[in-house]
C-alpha cells in the first residue's frame, strides 16, 4: 500500500474515531492496524492527531499548571534542604516559605498556592534533573568483646511509645584507609521522634566518647531512658557502663547482634544523610577539623536538621508474596513529633516552639555552608602540608 493511500485511509478514519464512542473506537483502531499493519499505540497516536504529520492536532490534555516561578523557588527549597524526596519536600514548603520570603522577598498569593498543592510525584519530576549521586564505602567500626556478656541483646524497637530511647554510631572519616589516627563521627538517634545529635572525636577513644554523650545529654529535650548501640569497643567500655547503668535511676543500656545493621536502622540511616552527605568520605587526619566539624554538628546543622527537616516513620510493613509494601506516616521533623508527644516537659515546649518561630531555616543553611567552606580550607592544607 502507497504512502498516499495509506493518508487517504487515516483521514477517514480520522474523522469516523473523532465522532465514535469508546465502545467503536477499539474496532476502528483494529481495522487501521489490519489495514495499514500498523501496531496499536502507534496507529492510536496518528488517530488522535497527538503525533506531528498531516492531520496532527495540539493535545487534548491538561495544560501547563506550574511556571518558572514556582521551579526557581522548589529548586532554591530543594538545594537548600539537602536534596530531599517529594513527600518530604512536600511538608518543607510551609516550614521554608517564611524563611523564603525572608531572604528572596515575598512570594505573589497565586504562587504560594500553586507550591502549597503541588503533589510529591510531581516535586520529584521536577527535581530529577537536579539530582545528584554520591558513592558509600564500607565502614571502620572494630568489635568489643570485653562487655559483650554483661550488655543484653536489643533487637526489636516497635513498642516504644514516648522519646528518650537512642540508638548510637559512629562513622569513621580514614578516607581509603583506616590505618592511623584520624576524627570520627558521634550519632545518637531518638528512635520515638528521630531527634538527632551528632558530635566529632578524635581516634573515638572512651573518655571522649563519654565526654561527648554527656555535652549531648544536657541539651536533650528530654530524659536519656535507654541507649542502644553496636559492639564497637568505642561504645562497650566500663566508662560508659558505668555512667548510664550507675545512677539512682539506671538507664538501659543495651547492644544489637554482630554483622545485623538492621538492628540499629534508626540511626544507621542517618550515617548517609547526616554524615555522609554533610562531609563526604575524605580522609580527616588534621586535629585542627575536629572542633571545626563539633561546632558545625552542636550548632546550625543540629537545629537545621531536628527544627526544619520532615522524616518519615514506617508504620507498617504488607508482604504479599515476594513483594513487601511500606506504610509511612505523614513527613513531620522531630521537633513537630515531640510538640504532639503530650507529655513534653512545658519548659522544653516553649523553648522548641520559639525556636521554630524565630530561627530562618535559610539562615542556618546558609551558616552551614560557611562551616564547610573552612572545612574545606583545612584540608586542602592538610594535603598541601603532607605533599
Partial sequence: MSIETRREVLERARRR????GRKHRGALIEEVCGVCGYEQKYAIKLLTGNRPGP???????????????????????????????????????????????QEY???????????????????????????????????????????RSQIPVRCGNWDIDRPGYLEADSVDHGGETTEGSYMHSLTFTDIFSGWTEQAAVWNKGATDVLHRLREIEQQLPFPLLAFDSDNGGEFLNHHLRRYLTGRSVPVGF?????????????????????????????????????????????????????LFQPVMKLRRKVRS????????????????????????ADEKREQLQKMMETLNPFVLARQ????????????RQARRHVA
Avoid: F
Avoid at 474515531?17 to 465514535?20: D, T
Avoid at 537548600?80 to 517529594?86: K, M, T, V
Avoid at 552551614?368 to 584540608?379: A, E, G, N, S
Fill in 321 to 344: 508474596g515476594a513483594r513487601v509494601r511500606k506504610r509511612y506516616d505523614r513527613p513531620q521533623t522531630p521537633a513537630q513529633r515531640l510538640l504532639a508527644w503530650p507529655d513534653l
Fill in 105 to 147: 522577598g515575598a512570594v505573589a498569593a497565586p504562587v504560594k498556592r500553586r507550591l502549597e498543592r503541588m503533589s510529591p510525584a510531581t516535586m520529584d519530576r521536577r527535581t530529577a534533573p537536579w539530582r545528584c549521586r554520591l558513592k558509600k564505602r564500607r565502614g571502620g567500626t572494630k568489635p568489643g568483646s570485653l562487655l
Fill in 254 to 306: 543495651t547492644r544489637s547482634r554482630s554483622y545485623h545493621q538492621n538492628d540499629n536502622a534508626h540511626v544507621e540511616q542517618k550515617n548517609w544523610s547526616k554524615v555522609r552527605q554533610l562531609l563526604g568520605y575524605e580522609r580527616y587526619d588534621n586535629p585542627e577539623l575536629v572542633p571545626v566539624v563539633h561546632d558545625l554538628y552542636r550548632g546550625p546543622w543540629r537545629l537545621l536538621q531536628n
Fill in 17 to 20: 474515531y473523532r465522532r465514535a
Fill in 368 to 379: 552551614v555552608q560557611r562551616d564547610l567552606q573552612t572545612i574545606r580550607t583545612l584540608l
Fill in 55 to 101: 492531520g496532527a492536532r495540539p493535545h487534548r490534555g491538561r495544560g501547563r499548571v506550574y511556571g518558572a516561578e514556582e521551579e526557581e523557588i522548589l529548586r532554591e527549597l530543594w538545594r537548600r534542604s539537602d536534596y530531599p524526596c517529594g513527600k518530604r519536600l512536600v511538608a518543607m514548603v510551609e516550614l521554608w516559605l517564611p524563611g523564603y520570603e
